[in-house]
């Protein structure tokens, strides 16, 4: 069964960059696309980007486009979320989730319940 670990959150000032990680064991992510998911307080749940098993397609949430950048490590079976150029609006717990191929053959952010597998979340903060 898939499992999912996200590490990399933290406290990070304005304009300021940080890297999360999302660890998968227990399948390969060949049969996966993974999406990144955030909510913040009092606010609903945000597809922030995603990508396609193969690494061939990626999405993002027009608030993060051109200072996010999502990535896939093969033989870590791990996918990356670059965040540089941090706002406070970015502040939330930040979620990985998969979606396998048979359930979402292309990567689409906006269908949350296409991912079936999520991990813990990571607390992102961005604050002075």
């Known amino acids: 069964q898939l499992q999912l670990v996200e590490s990399g959150g933290g406290l990070v000032q304005p304009g300021g960059s940080l890297r999360l990680s999302c660890a998968a064991s227990?399948?390969?992510?060949?049969?996966?696309?993974i999406g990144w998911f955030r909510q913040a307080p009092g606010k609903e749940r945000e597809g922030v980007s995603c990508i396609r098993s193969s690494g061939s397609d990626t999405k993002y949430a027009d608030s993060v486009k051109g200072r996010f950048t999502i990535s896939r490590d093969i033989a870590a079976n791990t996918v990356h979320l670059q965040m540089d150029s941090l706002k406070p609006e970015d502040t939330a717990v930040y979620y990985c989730?998969?979606?396998?191929?048979?359930?979402?053959?292309?990567?689409?952010?906006?269908?949350?319940?296409?991912?079936?597998?999520w991990g813990q979340g990571t607390q992102v903060t961005v604050s002075s």
């Open positions: 989730a998969a979606a396998h191929l048979t359930v979402q053959a292309m990567c689409v952010i906006s269908s949350a319940m296409d991912f079936g597998s």
């Open positions: 227990g399948a390969s992510l060949d049969y996966y696309n």
